[in-house]
């Protein structure tokens, strides 16, 4: 699976943002697909994740509110649509995809195998 992010830049606190995310190669309905994020000498964290075959995400508390992940299988594409910008939601945003089936959404990045190469979201006050 060969994931391309996109759709970072510079916004004002609370402004918006939508990242995109396709997937191309073998991707399943078990599939889950993820965003993380990592700001300047911090682990990367867990934004939020999604299904290919359900409508239903998880978003961490962080970002829960504000953004919404959301799929056009037809399109391939994962999106996170990122409101009320925060200067702490700065960081390089990644997507990554998890081929093998997980009752619940992993949150450590650990535990997906596939990534894309990150977006740049910065947030001014």
């Known amino acids: 699976v060969q994931l391309q992010a996109s759709g970072g830049g510079l916004v004002q606190a609370g402004g918006s943002l939508r990242l995109s995310c396709v997937a191309s190669?073998?991707?399943?309905?078990?599939?889950?697909m993820a965003w993380f994020r990592q700001a300047p000498g911090k682990e990367r964290e867990f934004v939020g994740a999604?299904?290919?075959?359900?409508?239903?995400?998880s978003y961490a508390d962080s970002v829960k509110g504000r953004f919404t992940i959301s799929r056009d299988n037809a399109k391939n594409t994962v999106y996170l649509q990122m409101n009320s910008l925060k200067p702490e939601d700065t960081a390089v945003y990644y997507c990554?995809?998890?081929?093998?089936?997980?009752?619940?959404?992993?949150?450590?990045?650990?535990?997906?195998?596939?990534w894309g190469q990150g977006t740049q979201v910065t947030v001014s006050s």
């Open positions: 190669g073998s991707t399943f309905s078990s599939t889950i």
């Open positions: 990554a995809a998890r081929t093998y089936y997980s009752d619940s959404y992993p949150r450590r990045h650990y535990e997906y195998q596939y």
């Open positions: 999604i299904r290919w075959s359900g409508d239903m995400a």
